[in-house]
């Protein structure tokens, strides 16, 4: 087990790597960079040289990628970013927990409500459950997640105004009592989660209805039935635990779609994450902030396709022995 | 003949101006009796605000911006308008520039300044500062922090953005805590605007880091940071919302109004308005001319219109050789049918521009027409130059070539976008061929810069200034904004002369020779001129947006309380 897992993080710290040593040639090569900023009036160019200058930016490029890459992998500093002039992992660390709220809240009601109608689309085969279901999901999941969100908006914020539009807390919620923030908090996450949530949960039933579907027509499912399981028992145990492997790389293969879905929904709904530091970033040609956020993007995709092959060999022990 | 919009006036002056009368009897009220009085005269509110009450004191106005601040220390972090708006809350000018340019240039009033005056010859610039303005710490602000304010602006550690507005400053001399004096090489017409470029900072908390540090470490200003604005920062969680509230100290004991501005960060359009008429945000400056129908039909929200000081124009690459001849760049200027173009995305809300210095300012030639729609000439214009169909495919050609070239504009803009593309089918119906092209702004700066580009759509905001030399003047190609590469000896010794001019209403005939000049080569073919467009709660009173900021004298807004 220790082997497996030692020979997993190398594997995941080379393709770390190999990612942001990609990511660092990219954005370098695309045009313009931070000094250029256009807003309404361009800098002359001899302020745009001294800023260049002292950004290191003047240096070539090889000698930028040895001190930068010197300077994460020996001191794990990822450097200061150039729009903000702060270092980049205070900027990471301010934004990665509404992202992680929102992200954890969407993978619950992912898992929740897909698994329930998967399950609930398997064991009516056929009626008009299981085409319900399965036609809804595939439409929920082909819509774009910012239309679904801005729908969210217009139904519960201004046509029957449930729910705010955005951001993580009321006007002047720092002064509640921890019992009314919390709630506060929960509030404002119903939408965006419910929204990212949902649009997974889309695929997740579809992946569980089929994983499912196949482990029902095995032998030891008509055995257990034979034997006189009751039928509920034989679902959600007999069978969903050997359905459970591939739903499982199912879930670990949604969160690349939930980190990327976070993005548009953090937009959509103000919420301070690192989809949107990101997405500046690259707007703004802030080196140094792209591959702070890459890497922090790259790390929680890897991480969780480790959690996933954990599991999956905890679930099935060919895997772990092989 | 169609009456020409762009002489309209939506916003009539006699309407603002009742709306300011109105308020004119209260102490310290909106429109406070200044220079021209003009701050609420630009932000005339649609439709009749409620009856003019009595300004309240207290509530909290939650105002939604698209993007966040990039920091509080305005010398090391981009300028973006944002930024500008928020830190000018918080920390003060020597004096404020008024939005009262329609007649005659800007006029100033007090703010850290009480008055100020120039030497003889111009070059010594004094002045006096108030006696009563502290720091939020109880500091005094003294002629010290003047001083070092300006020696940080000029280090070249901290690579301000705006040091090219320091270069004709000399040395800033402290003669007592509350008298100091600017040294100017010479006498230019804005050396005030230049002298008061940037806010003063503060000496006694931010001299303790050295100034080759200041680059990479905002967060060090953050925790120290010390105000002396209308408004103190609470808090500020990035992306989110910064928090201001009410300056006890500041040295109007009357205001602020307001006790607390919420800035929220919203950056999609749509939830914007949502916001804005569900309640969550009482006022937004981002407002787009899609969102106008539903902000007016709305019985709880205003609109608040006026004239920007963007224009939008088509750069042609004046060092192509197509584009070199300035009869050829007029020929498709009027192939453009602006009208059509104008109206059919902005309806009133914009007008066809026709000059840099937008209708709306003072030294605007008044006599300059927006060239007619006319085809015809166009092309006996383009044919004078050698353009004509010789080979009966329905395009231009000479010399076995057709005319055709790339118009491109950057993403993210829908109207420009849609602009490019009417462009493209009405220079066809001349046989002229027009590839649309809509490129990222770092991509399309690339091509500008080094001159690779055909054709531009795109937009500049003039500032009262009016120095064109960064537009115009040839030693801006590659340098400055000359993006059209345009070069013209007349031209470069008329802008030198603005400059130059001791007081820039004596440039006035400069100004007007440069817009014919410029009207006549049309390196820029103008398309539109457009309202700056903000939507707002009803409660929220006197509002003064002017074209200087959207924000303008916050501290005079105030709420109306729930009804």
């Known amino acids: ?322 | 003949m169609r009456p020409p919009l762009f002489r309209l006036r939506p916003w009539p002056l006699a309407v603002a101006l009742a709306v300011c009368l109105a308020g004119a009897g209260l102490a310290a009220g909106g429109c406070r009796p200044r220079d021209g009085g003009e701050g609420a005269a630009n932000a005339a509110p649609d439709g009749s605000p409620p009856a003019a009450a009595r300004p309240v004191r207290g509530g909290t106005a939650v105002i939604g911006w698209g993007s966040d601040i990039n920091g509080v220390n305005e010398l090391i972090v981009p300028a973006n308008n944002v930024n500008d708006e928020l830190l000018f809350q918080i920390f003060l000018h020597l004096v404020q520039e008024q939005g009262d340019f329609a007649e005659h240039p800007p006029t100033f009033e007090p703010q850290l300044a009480e008055r100020w005056e120039f030497s003889p010859d111009r070059r010594v610039l004094t002045f006096h500062l108030r006696d009563d303005v502290a720091w939020s710490d109880g500091v005094a602000v003294t002629a010290e922090d003047v001083r070092w304010t300006w020696q940080a602006q000029t280090d070249p550690d901290v690579g301000w953005g705006e040091l090219p507005a320091k270069e004709g400053i000399t040395d800033v001399e402290v003669v007592d805590p509350h008298t100091v004096l600017f040294h100017f090489r010479a006498a230019y017409s804005k050396q005030l605007l230049d002298a008061n470029e940037g806010v003063i900072l503060p000496k006694h908390a931010w001299e303790k880091l050295p100034f080759a540090e200041w680059q990479k470490n905002a967060d060090w200003f953050r925790e120290r940071l010390v105000t002396n604005g209308p408004f103190l920062l609470q808090s500020w969680t990035p992306q989110q919302e910064i928090v201001l509230v009410r300056n006890l100290r500041f040295y109007d004991p009357a205001l602020p109004y307001l006790d607390k501005v919420v800035m929220r960060v919203v950056p999609d359009q749509s939830a914007m308005l949502a916001m804005l008429r569900n309640g969550e945000v009482h006022f937004t400056p981002s407002l787009s001319a899609t969102d106008v129908p539903a902000v007016r039909a709305d019985p709880d929200l205003q609109l608040v219109a006026y004239w920007f000081k963007l224009f939008v124009f088509v750069a042609w690459n004046n060092e192509d050789p197509r584009f070199a001849h300035p009869e050829v760049r007029r020929a498709l200027a009027l192939a453009i049918d602006r009208r059509t173009i104008v109206d059919s995305l902005w309806g009133e809300l914009a007008r066809i521009g026709s000059s840099p210095i937008v209708t709306e300012v003072w030294a605007h030639h008044p006599r300059l027409q927006p060239l007619p729609y006319d085809p015809q000439e166009a092309r006996r214009l383009l044919a004078r130059h050698g353009w004509r169909d010789r080979n009966g495919d329905g395009l231009l050609d000479k010399d076995g070539r057709p005319f055709a070239f790339e118009l491109v504009t950057n993403t993210g803009n829908q109207q420009r976008a849609d602009a490019v593309v009417m462009i493209q089918e009405q220079l066809r119906r001349i046989g002229v061929q027009v590839e649309p092209r809509v490129l990222e702004i770092h991509t399309l700066t690339e091509q500008i810069d080094d001159g690779s580009y055909d054709a531009v759509l795109t937009g500049f905001g003039m500032d009262t200034s009016l120095d064109l030399h960064s537009v115009f003047h040839s030693r801006s190609i590659g340098e400055g904004n000359n993006i059209a590469r345009y070069r013209n000896p007349e031209v470069d010794r008329l802008i030198e002369e603005v400059r130059r001019a001791p007081e820039i209403e004596q440039a006035r005939p400069q100004l007007y020779k440069l817009q014919e000049v410029l009207h006549r080569d049309q390196p820029f073919t103008y398309l539109w001129e457009s309202q700056r467009l903000h939507g707002a709660s009803r409660r929220l009173q006197n509002i003064q947006s002017n074209i200087l900021f959207s924000l303008f004298d916050l501290e005079e807004w105030w709420m109306a309380p729930a009804s």
């Open chain 1, 1 to 322: 087990m220790l082997w497996f897992l030692a020979r997993r993080l190398a594997a995941a710290a080379l393709l770390l790597f190999l990612v942001l040593s990609a990511v660092f040639f990219l954005v370098h090569a695309a045009p313009g960079d931070p000094a250029d900023l256009f807003l309404e009036e361009r800098l002359p160019r001899a302020q745009r040289e001294r800023l260049r200058a002292l950004w290191g930016l003047d240096r070539p490029l090889s000698e930028q990628y040895a001190a930068w890459l010197g300077a994460v992998a020996l001191r794990g500093d990822w450097g200061v970013s150039l729009v903000h002039h702060r270092p980049v992992a205070a900027v990471l660390a301010e934004a990665l927990p509404a992202t992680l709220l929102l992200t954890g809240a969407a993978f619950a009601v992912d898992a929740i409500v897909g698994l329930a109608l998967g399950v609930a689309a398997a064991r009516r085969r056929g009626r008009a459950a299981d085409h319900l279901i399965r036609w809804g999901s595939l439409l929920v999941f082909s819509l774009p997640t910012f239309w679904l969100g801005l729908m969210a908006i217009l139904l519960f914020s201004h046509l029957w105004p449930v729910l705010p539009a955005g951001h993580l807390r009321s006007v002047g919620a720092e002064a509640l009592p921890a019992p009314a923030r919390l709630l506060d908090l929960a509030r404002h996450l119903a939408l965006p989660s419910l929204v990212l949530g949902l649009w997974l949960a889309g695929a997740t039933a579809r992946f569980v209805r089929n994983g499912l579907l196949e482990v029902l027509g095995q032998d030891y499912v008509r055995t257990a039935r034979a034997a006189g399981v009751p039928e509920r028992r034989v679902l959600w145990v007999h069978a969903l635990r050997n359905a459970a492997v591939p739903v499982v790389q199912v879930f670990a293969l949604t969160l690349p779609a939930l980190l990327s879905g976070s993005l548009v929904t953090e937009v959509v709904f103000s919420l301070p994450g690192i989809g949107r530091a990101g997405f500046d970033a690259i707007l703004t040609r802030d080196y140094p902030l792209v591959l702070g956020v890459t890497a922090l993007s790259a790390a929680l995709v890897i991480a969780g396709n480790l959690a996933a092959d954990l599991a999956h060999g905890a679930l099935d022990p060919k895997v772990r022995d092989a």
